[in-house]
């Protein structure tokens, strides 16, 4: 058997691909409705096929290189969950959810793979949607398993969790093994960012990195109906601010050699992320170039499925699929 194959909508920066890639396979079509993510894409990989189009619009009748492919994957918008209690609801995000359950019986792949909140695998408000993934999928032939996963267990010094489907054809269904934690000590925030704090010569680069000992709280990406980025709700800029990282606001550059850190002075005076920092924080490649202005690109990052998530899915999958 060759490489495998994907198809994957709503792709985004392209962190859930990158590790699909990662994990072996190769992707046949990416699609976004964002011209900024599809920028993004194909600025990283020229030779991806990537289709700037909605999910809601993409009919796999006019892309038969769709078709028959080993895996549909999906990194969708995120749904209901405690971190979205005060957005308005649309419904889009639940319908989103549906069409790419939807594409499974056009496309025929051999497993599929989504990936959005945790509360998507256990909550009550999200029951319906087990029920129609079941009533869906159970008669094309797919055993579906209902997962969460922590980045920081893969290598991501972040602390986020992802609700995730897996759904694998009966023939392969019972070789489907859940993702293995790939490190036994979290990556830190110091130990991810010390590198990029010092590349400019602030001489305090090392004594921040030495307190910054732990992982961060889950980045979150933003509505595009706010103002500018911030690296989460007010739980996680209090966490952010023990490390000593102003996360009110996105840097524009990293700290010079003059830079005064000392966080009892106020938040002018505690380091603040850049977006290239930020996604090293989701696991992101430093070569990974995000396109747009500051805040669409933060935002671009901070919806992102960090990389290395989507490589030990992946793994998951090719060796189920390879048995």
């Known amino acids: 058997?060759?490489?495998?194959?994907?198809?994957?909508?709503?792709?985004?920066?392209?962190?859930?691909?990158?590790?699909?890639?990662?994990?072996?396979?190769?992707?046949?079509?990416?699609?976004?409705?964002?011209?900024?993510?599809?920028?993004?894409?194909?600025?990283?990989?020229?030779?991806?096929?990537?289709?700037?189009?909605?999910?809601?619009?993409?009919?796999?009748?006019?892309?038969?290189?769709?078709?028959?492919?080993?895996?549909?994957?999906?990194?969708?918008?995120?749904?209901?969950?405690?971190?979205?209690?005060?957005?308005?609801?649309?419904?889009?995000?639940?319908?989103?959810?549906?069409?790419?359950?939807?594409?499974?019986?056009?496309?025929?792949?051999?497993?599929?793979?989504?990936?959005?909140?945790?509360?998507?695998?256990?909550?009550?408000?999200?029951?319906?949607?087990?029920?129609?993934?079941?009533?869906?999928?159970?008669?094309?032939?797919?055993?579906?398993?209902?997962?969460?996963?922590?980045?920081?267990?893969?290598?991501?010094?972040?602390?986020?969790?992802h609700g995730v489907l897996v759904a694998v054809r009966h023939e392969w269904a019972e070789a489907f093994r859940l993702p293995v934690p790939t490190v036994r000590e979290p990556i830190t925030v110091g130990t991810a960012l010390g590198p990029s704090m010092a590349a400019r010569g602030w001489t305090d680069a090392a004594r921040w990195a030495a307190q910054a000992d732990r992982p961060a709280p889950t980045l979150v990406g933003g509505s595009k109906n706010r103002g500018g980025a911030d690296l989460g709700p007010s739980r996680a800029k209090e966490k952010w601010a023990t490390m000593g990282v102003n996360a009110h606001t996105v840097g524009d550059e990293i700290p010079g050699p003059d830079f005064v850190w000392d966080p009892e002075l106020g938040r002018e005076h505690m380091v603040k992320l850049t977006v290239e920092q930020a996604a090293l924080v989701q696991g992101f490649p430093a070569t990974w170039q995000i396109s747009g202005r500051k805040t669409a690109r933060y935002r671009q990052v901070g919806h992102a499925t960090p990389p290395p998530v989507g490589k030990a899915l992946g793994l998951a999958v090719a060796e189920a699929l390879k048995q």
Request: glycine content about 6%.
């Open 1 to 161: 058997m060759g490489n495998l194959t994907f198809v994957d909508v709503c792709s985004g920066a392209g962190g859930l691909a990158l590790g699909l890639e990662q994990a072996g396979f190769e992707p046949r079509l990416l699609l976004d409705e964002e011209e900024l993510a599809v920028t993004t894409l194909r600025t990283n990989r020229p030779l991806w096929n990537v289709l700037h189009t909605d999910l809601l619009d993409f009919d796999p009748a006019e892309h038969p290189v769709s078709h028959d492919v080993d895996l549909l994957a999906a990194g969708l918008p995120r749904v209901r969950s405690s971190a979205t209690a005060h957005r308005v609801d649309t419904g889009l995000e639940e319908r989103l959810l549906e069409a790419a359950v939807y594409l499974v019986h056009a496309i025929r792949p051999r497993a599929v793979l989504i990936e959005n909140v945790p509360e998507l695998v256990h909550s009550d408000i999200h029951q319906l949607f087990r029920d129609f993934v079941h009533a869906e999928l159970d008669h094309l032939g797919y055993v579906a398993h209902w997962l969460v996963m922590n980045a920081v267990d893969f290598g991501v010094p972040q602390n986020r969790k």
